[in-house]
């Protein structure tokens, strides 16, 4: 019922920005979070079921990004402490990465590490992602950005996944939802 | 020589302004970042010409570029702006999910709280230096 509420709050409340969700993304809300193994920050395994018991919020993006993952990551991190010292143990952020060819786990560690030591940076091979992103409907698409020192950029779907304890995918945000609406289900996940 | 600098500072146009500047910018800040980072500022055109901003520079960054982020359809993209024109009397706010002045290749990490300042060049009010601070959120 929760995960309908939210669903329809994401058409009504943020209509210029649902629009940004690929498709099939509504649908994986109430089903359990589909699966994956990579490695974190420290080059270790990371099973996203063996956290079972502790919720986990997904984000998808690439540390070369210089607006949307540093600005989601903050708010995230900022709703986080704002829910007390529990909140934390309770939920494990972890940021995936688009863009394995230029994320190292060391790299992810350095960009995570900014916003909050206890997020994770997981990534993997070309052959490890791509079910990832199958899976979880996450878009993304090399942009050439000629005339700019900047390299190439990633245009990228630029989703909130929250995953309750259980391992059902209970809520998703786009990352310009306010924050007292990504506080208000984070919230919900700690209960 | 005391002279000639001290001539130069009198006729520069900072010294002499007395006027308000027509170019004012605003609530610069940027996020936590070590590669890539982005500054969002308010920029007011109060003046009655038309202007552009047409480079950035800053000494956080190897390059310093202004910035789009766009709504693709399926998720966010962006591209590289050479020039921006303002109009007068217009506000531009640069804004997450919107313009920014990037910092290509940062030299340091940002963290929250640190300080730093950048420059934006407008192809008639020239330089202006501009305060920012990181902020976590």
Not at chain 1, 92 to 108: E, G, I, N
Not at chain 2, 73 to 84: D, K, V
């Amino acid at each position: 019922m929760l995960a309908a509420i939210s669903a329809v709050a994401l058409f009504t409340t943020a209509l210029p920005t649902s629009a940004a969700m690929p498709a099939g993304v509504h649908d994986l809300l109430g089903k359990p979070a589909p699966d994956f193994h990579l490695v974190d920050q420290s080059g270790k395994d990371f099973v996203l079921s063996g956290l079972r018991g502790r919720a986990v919020v997904l984000f998808f993006g690439y540390t070369h990004c210089p607006d949307i993952c540093p600005t989601t990551l903050a708010t995230i991190a900022s709703a986080l402490r704002q829910l007390g010292t529990e909140a934390p143990k309770k939920i494990q952020v972890a940021f995936v990465t688009d863009d394995p060819a230029r994320d190292s786990p060391h790299t992810l560690g350095r960009f995570t590490s900014l916003f909050d030591p206890s997020f994770l940076g997981l990534s993997g091979s070309a052959a490890q992602m791509a079910p990832v992103y199958k899976a979880y409907h996450v878009w993304f698409q090399r942009l050439p950005n000629p005339g700019s020192a900047a390299g190439y950029l990633l245009a990228h779907s630029s989703i909130i996944y929250m995953i309750d304890r259980d391992g059902t995918l209970r809520f998703i945000h786009d990352w310009r939802d306010p924050m007292p609406a990504i506080q208000a289900d984070l919230k919900e996940l700690m209960t | 020589m005391m002279l000639a600098i001290a001539l130069m500072l009198m006729l520069s146009p900072n010294a002499v302004d007395a006027h308000p500047a027509p170019i004012q910018i605003h609530d610069a800040y940027s996020r936590p970042a070590n590669d890539m980072g982005a500054v969002f500022l308010t920029i007011v055109n109060g003046g009655a010409s038309d202007d552009a901003v047409d480079a950035a520079r800053s000494d956080v960054a190897g390059a310093t570029e202004v910035h789009e982020s766009y709504d693709t359809g399926s998720g966010s993209g962006m591209r590289h702006i050479p020039r921006l024109p303002i109009s007068a009397g217009q506000t531009l706010s640069f804004r997450s999910g919107g313009y920014h002045v990037m910092l290509i290749g940062l030299k340091r990490d940002l963290r929250a709280g640190d300080r730093f300042t950048i420059g934006l060049h407008f192809e008639h009010a020239g330089w202006i230096d501009v305060p920012v601070v990181v902020k976590g959120f």
